[in-house]
């Protein structure tokens, strides 16, 4: 029970860091910039994190431009305030993003002033085949069948093979349905769900990013805690990243 356990945090939170790290702050926003060996670096483990629900950055980064700009009307990709509930929400937002993966939606499109998000034609194409989430989905289920003591831990496993949609879904629901506002002068209809946020890596804090977009770090207040601002951080004094000024 304990490496099923052990299995499942592990999976979430190294799914979620490389889900917010890299395809959010830095492919969506660029809130920093890395060399192209290190971009390269993140576009690896960013797949070997997210397995099975690998998400292309550059088809993640213009649907998430698309949601800043249209936030919480009729245009957004993913409000809640569009679907009657989480699952038809989450069928909509696959079919936007399989639309922008598969028709090279042109850059003028939604940059609004932002870098293009990063490609790798070659790595994405091997990356997203269909064969290779398979394995994924079976190593996910052999590691269950070899540790699970009951057939009943099974019912996890989809979560893995979800992952990164599971945690988009949450973020894009809770943090413009449920919590506190710190912003009425955003526009929308963000909200920051919780005020210590582990469990998503800070990316319910949703008021405070639709606030300030470009910054990196998503806690505003005093009792409020992002995880990931400190990875970034980290990230940026071991010179992996360049964190501008601007940005913090
Ligand atoms: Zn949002
Ligand atoms: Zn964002």
Redesign the pocket.
């Known amino acids: 029970m304990t490496a099923i356990i052990l299995f499942f945090i592990g999976h979430w939170f190294l799914s979620l860091m490389y889900h917010t790290v890299f395809l ?1 702050r830095y492919s ?2 660029a809130m920093f910039t890395m060399s192209r060996f290190w971009e390269r670096v993140f576009f690896v483990f960013t797949w070997l994190a997210q397995g099975s629900s690998f998400l292309i950055p550059r088809a993640y980064a213009i649907m ?1 431009r698309r ?2 700009q249209y936030s919480d009307t009729d245009k957004d990709p993913h409000s809640p305030y569009n679907y009657s509930n989480v699952i038809s929400m989450m069928i909509a937002t696959y079919r936007e993003y399989n639309y922008i993966k598969n028709h090279r939606v042109p850059e003028d499109f939604d940059t609004g002033g932002y870098p293009r998000p990063p490609e790798w034609p070659r790595f994405e194409k091997i990356a997203g085949n269909p064969a290779v989430r398979i394995v994924f989905i079976l190593a996910y289920a052999g590691f269950y069948i070899a540790f699970a003591p009951s057939p009943w831990w099974f019912l996890l496993i989809p979560i893995h093979v979800l992952m990164g949609p599971i945690h988009g879904a949450i973020v894009n629901w809770c943090g413009h349905k449920y919590g506190y506002i710190n912003y009425t002068e955003t526009g929308d209809r963000s909200r920051n769900t919780l005020p210590v946020d582990i469990l998503m890596m800070g990316e319910l804090f949703q008021n405070n ?1 639709h606030r300030t ?1 470009d910054k990196a770090g998503f806690a505003h207040k005093f009792y409020e805690f992002d995880p990931t601002y400190i990875v970034v951080r980290l990230l940026s004094a071991i010179k992996i990243i360049h964190l501008p000024q601007t940005a913090r």
């Open positions: 959010h969506s926003h998430h949601h800043h990013h977009p």
